[in-house]
């Protein structure tokens, strides 16, 4: 007997073990056949999605996962050389912020100096996430100093159903409409910042470029390199998308006219020596210095630009790549609506390509922005003197073609320092070329000084 119940025992123990194997088994199939069901179906038509729909809340119906990425852009967290930590402040009827992003002006009165008479002399602040690109441009003491046109939406809200009414349906019609408003009666036309609707399709999620100065700017540069008619919604490719939807407004531009037209200066080319030799073609400057009298220009954040100039851009990558990289969801591979420096998320946005720790690579970033960091320093330093020097040779009476000189080196350093500073890499994205731009200004500065002198000058060489 004992023979025979040991032999039950094993049967009903063999019977309970297949059992669980037949459970788990059927269990990894279903869960597989899920898997595949969601690959085949990667979301579900909750609303209908239309060219009027600027709210991201909505889009979210469609694409949770997305739409969780996009609200972290709320978040306020520094990298070593960039980010904006939260400072609280107490809101107002006329600024009803309760946090703010640190001054820049406070960390640095050298820029004071460089921007004197114009409105980034009164409030220039470190840069929040997309969640806030609205509301900051929106309460900038700059629309105190001088009243901005409503050309500057244009990177701040979700314009393409406001361009699209504006224009009766035109986009490039409604463009020029609300370029040419005043920014506080443009501003009533929208209520969102920078939304889905601005770089997706709503009926097909293909990514689309939606601003009519990229398209211009584009068509213009690539004329210049022998290719007509370029249209950017039918020419790019899929991961020239993927950049280029974030180059429609992380770009260098300028308003032209007294229409305010939108322009990204791309007629010559990307480089800042392009751009530079554009401006002085069209005459153009920003303002006039308040201490010394220069016609000077203002860059932008001309990220596009510097990026092309860079390894990565060479080499395929786009933005989104690093600052929005794949991630897996379930069955799902998704790009990463929390848009954020790659140094928050160096797993994702660095090792897929660089086989090394997250030490080393970000290690590798910090070494290239320190280097960066200390050369704009120099050429800080360097046009500051200049423009000391350019004031006190006025008072002292210094001869006209002298000043003259003076003041067209200083418009030379300042754009060259300005764009690397304006730039929020801090030269990462391109760092031989950051640095050649950093010493050219600084021997703009330096050719300067010897204007003042009255000491030959040889010219800079050809780029």
């Known amino acids: 007997m004992p023979t025979r119940r040991r032999l039950i025992v ?5 019977a309970l073990i297949a059992a669980v194997i037949a459970i788990g088994v059927t269990a990894l199939l279903v869960n597989i056949m899920q898997r595949k069901q969601e690959a085949q179906n990667p979301f579900y038509k909750v609303v209908e999605l239309t060219e009027d729909t600027t709210d991201p809340q909505i889009w979210g119906k469609n694409f949770p996962m997305q739409y969780d990425g996009y609200k972290r852009t709320v978040d306020q967290e520094r990298t070593r050389f960039g980010g904006s930590e939260a400072h609280p402040r107490t809101p107002t009827r006329a600024d009803p912020r309760s946090v703010v992003a640190q001054s820049r002006l406070d960390e640095d009165p050298r820029l004071k100096t460089m921007w ?3 409105a980034f002399a009164k409030d220039f602040r470190e840069d929040r996430g997309h969640a806030f690109m609205l509301d900051d441009q929106t309460y900038t003491q700059r629309q105190i100093v001088k009243k901005q046109p409503g050309t500057c939406l244009n990177c701040h809200a979700s314009m393409v159903a406001a361009y699209r009414k504006a224009g009766d349906g035109d986009i490039v019609k409604g463009f020029e409409k609300i370029n040419h408003m005043d920014f506080v009666d443009a501003r009533k036309l929208v209520d969102h910042p920078v939304a889905c609707l601005d770089c997706h399709d709503p009926k097909t999620m293909e990514l689309r470029v939606t601003r009519p ?11 210049s390199q022998g290719v007509p008619d370029y249209d950017v919604n039918k020419m790019a490719t899929r991961q020239e998308m993927r950049s280029f939807v974030c180059g429609q407004c992380h770009v260098e531009y300028y308003f032209k006219g007294d229409a305010k037209r939108l322009v990204y200066p791309w007629h010559k080319g990307l480089k800042v020596d392009n751009i530079l030799a554009y401006y002085d073609e069209e005459g153009f400057t920003d303002f006039k210095h308040a201490k010394t009298g220069a016609k000077v220009l203002k860059a932008q954040h001309p990220e596009f630009e510097l990026w092309n100039q860079g390894l990565h851009a060479r080499s395929g990558v786009a933005c989104a790549d690093c600052h929005m990289p794949f991630k897996r969801e379930g069955a799902l591979k998704i790009s990463d609506h929390h848009v954020q420096s790659p140094l928050l998320n160096v797993n994702r946005a660095c090792q897929t390509c660089h086989s090394w720790s997250e030490a080393e690579l970000k290690a590798r970033v910090e070494t290239i922005q320190e280097r ?38 200083q418009k030379r350093a300042q754009f060259y320092l300005d764009f690397v500073e304006a730039e929020n890499s801090n030269g990462f994205h391109a760092p031989q070329e950051a640095a050649r731009i950093l010493g050219e200004s ?22």
């Open 10 to 14: 094993i049967i009903a123990a063999t």
């Open 116 to 118: 004197a008479g114009y």
């Open 213 to 223: 100065a990229f398209m211009e700017g584009m068509k213009a540069l690539k004329a």
């Open 372 to 409: 960066n960091f200390a050369l704009r320093n120099t050429a800080m330093d360097a046009l500051v003197d200049l423009i000391a020097d350019i004031e006190a040779a006025q008072k002292a009476g210094a001869k006209d073609d002298r000043l003259q000189a003076a003041r067209d080196a």
């Open 442 to 463: 600084i021997n703009f500065s330096r050719l300067g000084q010897k204007s003042l002198r009255g000491l030959p000058l040889a010219q800079p060489s050809p780029k």
